[in-house]
């Protein structure tokens, strides 16, 4: 069981349901072995108490074998959960409930669980370390259910390191309703740096490819000059483009470039996972 998580009866309920609330909420579970609707219920706290990693502790009491604490409670009926805060109880629900209903009761008194990945993301960002802020960052959003408010900061650091198309992508799915004056404002930002990423260099690249377009050197120039700028994904298009039509291409220089790439972008990126994959399918 997590630590998070406990078992309560009469040695340690003082402890537990009223010393431990005043350190941060405590969730009382009443439930019994007989009541169907507490098998339902009691996973799906676990899983909450896991997710929020100690930010409230459950605290799990068998009705049937710990009859005094649950009448001390007041408890009529099962299921019944309460939360627990400075010695009293302040909120909570007899029956069961589906798990936005449970997480929409537990949000008013508990911070969210992804607080402080966006905490690590803006001191990155504030160092201007836009790079260090996109793990974090995403994870963040994925947590939360890609909310709006995680949404821009992530689409800002996109931007900030020029990984465009994943930023207009993100900035693509954002409701209509919250399409505000910073949403505007990131909109210029992505057209800006996309205007500033065409180097003349890539754009003399780019025409003479279209002249000659299968052309597998000038193809592996332009990915070098796409990953200098920043623009991982065009770069990773050409060189996956390339080892698809000659895998040794360079005596291993594309494969390396490609293998390079994917490594600077760090463990767990979607982008770099989503190369590997193309990678492994072509090698294996």
């Not at 009541?35 to 068998?62: H, R, S």
């Not at 793990?135 to 909310?147: F, K, N, V, Y």
């Not at 796409?226 to 895998?247: C, H, P, S, V």
Request: proline share 4%; hydrophobic share 45%; net charge negative.
């Amino acid at each position: 069981m997590s630590e998070h998580i406990v078992n309560i009866d009469e040695t340690n309920a003082a402890a537990l349901l009223i010393d431990e609330s005043h350190q941060r909420p405590v969730v009382v579970d009443f439930w019994a072995d007989w009541c169907e609707p507490c098998k339902v219920l009691m996973p799906l706290l676990e899983k909450i108490a896991t997710e929020y990693a100690g930010a409230f502790l459950l605290a799990k009491v068998n009705a049937d074998e710990q009859g005094m604490i649950a009448q001390q409670f007041g408890v009529r009926s099962l299921p019944t959960v309460m939360v627990i805060k400075d010695g009293q109880p302040v909120d909570g629900f007899a029956g069961a409930q589906s798990e936005q209903e449970v997480r929409a009761m537990l949000g008013k008194y508990l911070p969210n669980p992804w607080d402080g990945l966006l905490q690590m993301a803006r001191e990155a960002m504030d160092e201007g370390d836009y790079a260090r802020a996109l793990t974090p960052l995403r994870q963040a959003w994925e947590d939360s259910g890609q909310i709006y408010e995680i949404t821009i900061p992530y689409a800002q650091a996109l931007i900030e390191c020029m990984r465009l198309d994943e930023a207009e992508s993100l900035l693509d799915g954002v409701r209509m309703v919250d399409q505000d004056a910073v949403y505007e404002q990131l909109r210029a930002q992505l057209q800006i740096k996309r205007e500033a990423a065409k180097s003349p260099e890539i754009e003399a690249l780019e025409k003479q490819l279209a002249e000659d377009p299968d052309n597998l050197d000038l193809m592996h120039q332009l990915a070098i000059q796409f990953t200098n700028a920043g623009q991982f994904k065009d770069a990773m298009e050409y060189l996956i483009t390339i080892l698809r039509k000659d895998l040794d291409h360079g005596e291993g220089a594309t494969k390396k470039a490609l293998l390079d790439t994917i490594a600077s972008l760090g463990k767990g990126d979607p982008l770099a996972a989503e190369y590997q994959r193309k990678l492994y399918s072509l090698l294996y």
